[in-house]
């Protein structure tokens, strides 16, 4: 599925350097290149078909492992309520794919079943705590694809609002 949000795909400026290949015009949005004149309708089936030409395989087996090294930091209280504490991690050095993104799991209180609380993009999150002591453990993913919970772990006490 494709969406068009009114921007160019690729840089129409570009020339192509092979004499014999047509240089196809990719964008609406330029005012030269959005009338119906242009033989642009197979351009996106061709690109990337093209494109999926180079892709380069993984020669390993693909390992995602969970992050290491959990720590944290009690920043104090935010809103007279709750306690900000700032978590960071590290990827395992054996992870050989690409990581997309980090679920934070979260056990409150101490002893309840780990539960999902939210998503990072950045080996870092801020988190907010309040009532009991929670246990922080992430969750390195690759797409759709996710580790198992760290096995460190971060343990958020409540230090305002009582």
């Known amino acids: 599925m494709a969406f068009y949000l009114g921007t160019a795909i690729a840089d129409v400026s570009d020339v192509a350097p092979w004499p014999l290949i047509e240089q ?7 005012p030269a290149y959005g009338d119906a004149g242009h033989r642009n309708a197979r351009t996106l089936a061709m690109t990337a078909r093209s494109i999926a030409n180079f892709y380069e ?35 395992d050095p054996a992870t050989n794919v690409p990581v ?30 309040w009532g009991a002591t929670a246990r922080d453990r992430i969750k390195a993913c690759s797409g759709p694809s996710c580790s198992a919970m760290s096995a460190s ?9 009582f």
Do not use: K, M
Request: hydrophobic share 25%.
């Open 24 to 30: 196809p015009q990719y964008s609406r949005n330029e």
């Open 57 to 91: 395989y993984p020669s390993d087996p693909q390992v995602l492992n969970p992050p290491i090294n959990l720590i944290g930091y009690d920043l104090g209280c935010y809103d007279d309520f709750y306690t900000r504490h700032d978590i960071y991690w590290q990827n």
């Open 100 to 129: 997309t993104h980090y679920e934070l799991w979260y056990e409150q209180p101490i002893g309840q079943p780990y539960v999902y609380g939210w998503t990072s993009y950045a080996p870092y999150t801020p988190s907010y705590v």
């Open 153 to 161: 772990f971060y343990d958020a006490a409540p230090t305002c609002g």
